[in-house]
């Protein structure tokens, strides 16, 4: 299955916004959500949402749940269990922001989960 990227203006300021695109974060994210991404701030933990790249896809931008650090980066998933996208079919990534609140269409925090 293709990995569905999501679009972002740069990450050049401490708070981007950037719109989810595909089924791989549903039910915390949906096709068409769109989020604040935070770089820098606190260091990552294990159930954060993140924006990053996959070493072996630098072109594609994913959104996926941090689930432990290793090798020097990221691995990832999804919470989508139907869909595999993620470090099961990619490896490790490299995270760049954090995803720190949904503004569209359903405003509200994005709360880490517990894996």
């Not at 139907?82 to 269409?105: E, F, I, K, M």
Request: proline share 11%; charged share 25%.
């Amino acid at each position: 299955m293709e990995v569905k990227p999501v679009s972002v203006l740069r990450l050049r300021w401490p708070l981007s916004p950037v719109l989810v695109t595909g089924p791989s974060m549903s039910p915390t994210l949906r096709h068409g959500d769109a989020v604040l991404v935070r770089r820098g701030g606190r260091e990552i933990r294990p159930g954060d949402v993140v924006i990053a790249v996959f070493r072996s896809r630098p072109d594609l931008l994913v959104v996926k749940r941090a689930v432990r650090p290793t090798d020097g980066g990221w691995w990832l998933y999804g919470d989508n269990d139907l869909v595999t996208d993620d470090s099961r079919a990619y490896g490790v990534a490299d995270v760049l922001g954090r995803v720190v609140a949904r503004y569209w269409p359903r405003p509200g925090r994005v709360p880490p989960r517990p894996l």
